[in-house]
């Protein structure tokens, strides 16, 4: 079959990218991809097998279920196994591994689990179940915050009281702030996640490039737009300039989403919270707010707080935080697959393990 | 509206209406009139014989009904392992409540499509069981096909070998999803749902050395079986697979790959270098092959290893798929 000529240009468009990579990094140059979504993207279309070795791209915190820590796990799960409660969730939650078990052996023993694809599901359960209580997990960055304060909104405005949820939402500055405060991390510049920055804007990140000079590029999920950035960045460094620019111009713009920040304001603050493997983060959670206590699971049970140890030998924080590639953990693909994941980085489709146990090797290579 | 109860199954009148009044009425034929405890059907030395049960939720979607499924899965088992399907049990468990009009509808896929794949319903069986002890109707047919032909396996496989598929991927899993409680979405896709032996008959020859049907677990998790079998590397061209651009977008939304959905309707064929172009353009000859295309080669190389290249030219692995993608897709 002829190829079509978007393909075709689109090929010629990589070629070019590949061929001003390979000329402007002739010194190493380490990037990290803040994002899950971009691990993903960069494994399935091969990329670092195009890439120069002096370029090396690393992974970073931004699976929103890998950085859930195991004290937040156990707390749903305790919630998820009250009677009358339904518990409704993103997909990826369902195997994630708590102390002792997880959604997936609970639902097994008789708990209503539900996987949704979006918040206004939940909210429809809610209102075909009078007699049960929802609970929703909030488990997401800046991109998923907003439509999870629409569905309280909504909850308030039309009184549907047999609706809450549990936020375990997390917002990225901070955790950048943390990263690169990391005098152990090897990192150069950032390919910075384009759906948290459609929504929040570059200036909430700007601080890494001008307080700590690490540039970074607001990048889209094609593996043309990573290309693009990865030349953009290689070529503020070839200019010696240090900026937060933005690739994923179609989608982001500098200014953000105003209106989902809006949204997002009236109805979360901002909280510390613990990330898995990095420790609490100051201000880097978004809670519910007290004109909306009614519909926070936290208030609504009287939710204990937990304080879960993290599995041993499970190096998900250093994953997290770029500090080790996944295949270096002694876990990996052996004692930790997809199948049976120790840690929450094998679970998630955005994890980093599970990427790379998919996309790149296993433990018998 | 008339439902399905317990009586239906007692072995009584009612159930002997059932008999009459449904089953005879659609699926009746010399064999299954025989109205015996077993049926007598011409036989040959070699048979080939599989069973396989149907769950599917829901019961009706785009493209098909558990009927038509019930047929088609059967049915391509033994068209894929080389063997011509002459013969189908058909064993229903109905849940208490299930609305006759549905099981009517049901009954009618099913008569049709044995008439489409060429077969005959040989016996059955019924049962009903309480509310809530089944979800609403399961299915499990037998197959008997005769085995004419040279046996096709994966010991067969050798680097160098051309890896065909019959059409796009995807469909089946994604036309299920989109019709599932609580993710409903519009999209053109139907399930590829179809008897397969007329299109393999259509396209069978000397060079053809192995086939398969993608189901469960879609064609990545085929190819790797038949690699780890045949002790040899594939290579899969990206560009190449076939799929729609409804499936594309749908998995683009939901964060699936194409090559972990399950088919109902495609069969993965592996033939010598020197057969490939004759045997693809006479899938395109087939109302069922017209997508059909070239997806990859057996190489050397690590054995039971499936790589990918993308359109970039890099390479990936494409493993076995890993826990459950979607439950009761067939």
């Known amino acids: 079959m002829p190829m079509p000529k978007e393909s075709k240009d689109a090929l010629a468009k990589a070629g070019e990218y590949l061929e001003e990579i390979k000329h402007l990094a002739s010194k190493p140059f380490t990037i990290m991809e803040v994002c899950g979504t971009h691990t993903v993207a960069i494994a399935k279309n091969a990329l670092r097998d195009l890439l120069p070795p002096t370029v090396r791209l690393i992974s970073g915190p931004g699976c929103p279920v890998c950085v859930t820590d195991s004290s937040d796990i156990d707390r749903y799960l305790y919630l998820a196994a009250q009677s009358n409660v339904i518990t409704t969730t993103f997909g990826d939650m369902i195997r994630v591994p708590g102390s002792k078990k997880n959604l997936q052996a609970l639902k097994a023993e008789g708990a209503d689990v539900r996987v949704v694809y979006s918040t206004q599901d939940a909210l429809e359960i809610a209102h075909k179940n009078p007699g049960k209580d929802v609970v929703f997990l909030g488990v997401g960055f800046e991109t998923t915050a907003p439509t999870v304060a629409v569905s309280l909104e909504i909850a308030n405005r039309e009184g549907i009281n047999n609706f809450s949820v549990l936020s375990m939402h997390k917002i990225v500055p901070p955790v950048l702030r943390l990263l690169a405060e990391d005098e152990q991390l090897d990192v150069d510049a950032f390919l910075d996640p384009g759906h948290v920055c459609a929504i929040i804007g570059t200036q909430p990140i700007e601080f890494m490039a001008k307080e700590f000079g690490k540039p970074g590029v607001v990048t889209g999920f094609e593996a043309l737009d990573i290309l693009e950035a990865i030349v953009m960045l290689l070529r503020q460094r070839e200019e010696g300039r240090s900026d937060i620019e933005i690739q994923y111009r179609r989608v982001a713009k500098a200014e953000g989403n105003p209106h989902a920040q809006t949204v997002v304001k009236r109805v979360f603050e901002p909280v510390d919270a613990s990330w898995r493997g990095m420790g609490l983060i100051p201000g880097s959670g978004l809670g519910i707010r007290e004109e909306f206590g009614s519909w926070d699971a936290v208030r609504k049970y009287s939710l204990p707080v937990f304080h879960s140890p993290e599995t041993p030998g499970c190096q998900c924080g250093e994953v997290l935080k770029g500090r080790i590639y996944p295949t270096q953990c002694a876990l990996f693909g052996k004692h930790c697959t997809p199948l049976k994941p120790v840690g929450p980085c094998m679970v998630s489709s955005e994890g980093s393990c599970a990427a790379y146990y998919r996309y790149y090797q296993r433990s018998d290579d | ?330």
């Open chain 2, 1 to 330: 509206m008339e439902r399905i109860m317990m009586a239906h199954g007692s072995g009584g009148r009612l159930s002997h209406e059932l008999i009459r009044g449904l089953f005879q009425k659609y699926l009746g034929n010399s064999f299954l009139d025989q109205m015996n405890d077993a049926t007598i059907v011409p036989g040959q030395e070699q048979l080939a014989v599989t069973t396989d049960s149907f769950v599917v939720s829901p019961l009706f979607f785009r493209g098909g009904n558990i009927g038509r499924l019930a047929v088609c899965g059967t049915v391509n088992d033994l068209a894929v392992s080389g063997a011509s399907p002459k013969f189908l049990s058909l064993a229903l468990i109905l849940e208490e409540g299930l609305p006759l009009e549905e099981l009517e509808r049901i009954i009618q896929s099913v008569a049709d499509t044995a008439k489409e794949a060429g077969i005959s319903i040989v016996c059955g069986d019924t049962k009903v069981v309480e509310r809530g002890s089944a979800d609403k109707l399961f299915i499990n047919t037998t197959g008997i096909g005769y085995s004419n032909r040279y046996f096709v396996n994966p010991q067969q496989i050798h680097p160098g070998d051309v890896i065909l598929i019959t059409g796009t991927i995807g469909d089946h899993e994604i036309a299920i999803l989109s019709d599932r409680e609580g993710l409903e979405f519009e999209t053109p896709v139907t399930s590829d749902c179809a008897p397969l032996n007329g299109l393999i008959d259509s396209f069978f020859q000397g060079g053809v050395k192995c086939m398969r049907d993608p189901t469960r677990g879609g064609v990545a998790t085929t190819l790797n079986e038949l690699a780890q079998q045949a002790g040899v590397s594939m290579l899969l061209k990206e560009e190449s697979l076939p799929i729609l651009p409804g499936v594309k977008g749908a998995c683009d939304m939901l964060g699936l790959d194409p090559l972990y959905l399950a088919n109902e309707g495609k069969a993965l064929v592996i033939v010598k270098p020197e057969a490939a172009e004759t045997v693809l353009r006479a899938m395109h000859a087939h109302p069922l092959g017209h997508r059909a295309a070239q997806i990859g080669v057996v190489q050397e190389g690590k054995p039971g290893f499936v790589l990918l290249e993308t359109p970039l030219g890099g390479k990936r692995i494409v493993g076995m798929l890993e826990g459950e993608h979607l439950p009761r897709i067939c």
